[in-house]
Every structure is written in C-alpha cells, then in structure tokens.
C-alpha cells in the first residue's frame, strides 16, 4: 500500500504536538511527530524517513530522540498503531523495543479497508 503525502497543517497541530526532524544538511529526511495524550504514553502520530535514506538508523534515531522528549514530559513512553497488515512496519517496531499492548478489529468496519485491524504498540521509556 502506498500512502500519501501529508501535507500537515503546523499552526493547527502545535499546540498538541512535537515535531522531531532528522537532517541532511539542510534537507530534511526524517520526521517523527509525537502528540500528548491524556495517559501516561505520547502518541507517535507519525514516523517517516525518505525513501532514499531508509534502513541506516534514522527511524531508530528519531525513536531514541522520542523516548528523550517524553522522559522531559514525565511520560511513561509511546504508543502507535500500526495495520495489521503493514508487515513491514510491525516487524520494525517489534525489532526497535516495541510490544503489542492491543489490538483494534473494529477500527476499520464499514470503509473500504473492511477485515483489517490495527495493533498498538507501546514502547516504555
């Protein structure tokens, strides 16, 4: 599955989130975004790194800058959710600390990705 690009209204989301970037010099190819939450775990919201520059550490790096920013906010650590069948994406958060905390089979019900479900993961920091 293939997912757009998001074209993130900052103004309308910083007031809830925090924003971390991973650079090439000036170009950006990493983003991690985490969002408050009204228990003990943030949000990652998002988690992204450009094509070109997968696979050398740099979602492990925003991942590890994470864990920082939510010790600093007194969080427990971080929750997302990923579709169960983004393998790819489970597999990574499985390797990078992450545990199974729930899983969501009605999230999808009556849209077009009917039969699929989420897993939540949390990672404590």
């Not at 007031?15 to 991690?32: E, P, Q, R, T």
């Not at 009204?38 to 790096?61: C, P």
């Not at 959710?81 to 790819?88: E, G, Y």
Request: hydrophobic share 35%; with cysteine.
């Amino acid at each position: 599955m293939c997912f757009p690009n998001e074209n993130y209204n900052y103004a309308e989301m910083k007031d809830n989130s925090i924003f971390i970037g991973a650079y090439d010099n000036s170009n950006c190819v990493g983003l991690a975004i985490l969002q408050h939450a009204w228990f003990k775990y943030m949000y990652l919201y998002d988690l992204k790194v450009s094509k070109d520059y997968r696979n050398k550490g740099i979602a492990t790096a925003l991942l590890k800058k994470a864990k920082e920013v939510c010790k600093e906010h007194h969080y427990s650590g971080i929750y997302t959710q990923a579709q169960d069948n983004n393998l790819s994406a489970c597999l990574f958060y499985i390797k990078t600390g992450f545990y199974i905390g729930g899983l969501d089979t009605n999230v999808y019900k009556g849209t077009k990705q009917e039969g699929k479900a989420d897993i939540i993961f949390y990672l404590d920091c």
